[in-house]
């Protein structure tokens, strides 16, 4: 009795499991719900897309929805972008949401953005609804050299067939960025600036920025615009600055070259005075071989000296201002 229940028992959960490893490969509730909604898909192509590593129920759900919203698409395809690895959810809400806004999205270009690695809903939604982007504070500076501070506001939507291999946001600020700056340089006056801001957008919506990016820009406009420093001023400052201490340097170098002149010239009259000395010290010699070759006698000499008397006396006499030296030879008074 206990054996035929054991049996019984071990009947009952091998047909559950068989059931269930039956209901599994085979989703017939799955494929009942497709065909109440209008969607032809087969039992064996269900099992098949289990042993394809395919969940059934993510391409008949997508399947069910795009019909649904009056969209034909292709089971193939949707399997094919599965296994690349693609992300069916998002691209069939893109396709509905796109389809309901008149958009003309297909399924090619849907399923090559997602590729791509952007978010395709997200992509039609910023399509739908614009978004705004905010810049950075830009620096530039007007030709009167006043520095002025600009923040402007862009308005973009995104363009569906330039989403793949189309520059991002960060290329649209750097564009904006650099039309802010040659608009405000090319001003004659930051005044002008000031009083006509919508003449930056004007100059930099003609530029056509958003060529080559996934954006097309709508509008861009001056949030903010600030006085900063004065940079003409500043420049000049410090061009005068380097003026003088360059011609500090070279007043100094030539002070220098002068302090070095005069250094020169006086160890030169102190060689000049030193020779003189030397000569004057030849003049006793002479005066002594004079005396012993006979060439000069005593009252020669006594005249002599009574003329360098004479002289020294009228010179202090010629010079009043000048201290006078007792530098006469007693001899020449005898």
Same mark, same amino acid.
């Given at each position: ?58 391409i ?62 997200? $992509? ?18 007007a ?46 006056s ?57 011609a500090?340097?070279? $007043? ?20 000049a005075?030193a ?5 004057? $010290?030849?003049?006793?010699k ?31 006499i ?7 030296t ?9």
């Amino acid at each position: 009795m206990e054996a035929n229940f054991v049996l019984i028992l071990v009947i009952g959960v091998a047909s559950l499991f068989g059931l269930w490893v039956i209901f599994y490969f085979i989703p017939v509730g799955l494929w009942f719900s497709a065909l109440v909604s209008g969607v032809r898909i087969s039992l064996l192509q269900l099992v098949l897309m289990r042993w394809r590593k395919v969940p059934p129920s993510l391409i008949v759900n997508s399947l069910i929805a795009s019909t649904k919203a009056g969209l034909t698409l292709n089971r193939n395809e949707l399997e094919a972008h599965f296994l690349a690895g693609g992300r069916i959810k998002s691209v069939i809400n893109a396709l509905i949401s796109a389809e309901k806004a008149n958009m003309g999205l297909d399924f090619k270009t849907a399923t090559a953005i997602d590729l791509a690695g952007r978010d395709v809903f997200e $992509a039609v939604q910023m399509s739908v609804q614009p978004r705004v982007l905010d810049t950075p504070p830009v620096t530039a500076v007007a030709k009167d050299g006043i520095q002025l501070v600009a923040k402007a506001r862009v308005t973009v939507r995104a363009n569906l067939r330039r989403l793949v291999g189309g520059a991002g946001e960060e290329t649209i600020l750097a564009r904006v960025g650099e039309g802010i700056v040659s608009s405000i340089g090319s001003a004659a006056s930051h005044k002008v600036v000031l009083e006509n801001p919508d003449s930056i957008s004007k100059l930099v919506l003609n530029k056509g920025l958003d060529s080559g990016t996934a954006f097309e820009i709508l509008s861009i406009d001056i949030a903010d615009i600030d006085v900063g420093k004065n940079i003409g001023a500043v420049l000049q400052m410090d061009q005068a600055n380097a003026d003088k201490n360059i011609a500090q340097a070279k $007043a100094e170098e030539r002070r220098a070259m002068a302090v070095a002149l005069e250094q020169e010239m006086k160890a030169k009259a102190q060689e000049a005075r030193a020779q003189v000395i030397l000569a004057e $010290a030849e003049i006793p010699k002479a005066l002594a071989d004079a005396f012993r070759s006979g060439n000069l006698g005593v009252f020669d000499y006594y005249k002599l000296e009574n003329v360098k008397a004479d002289t020294k006396m009228r010179d202090s006499i010629s010079q009043p201002g000048k201290p006078k030296t007792d530098n006469f030879d007693d001899s020449s008074t005898k």
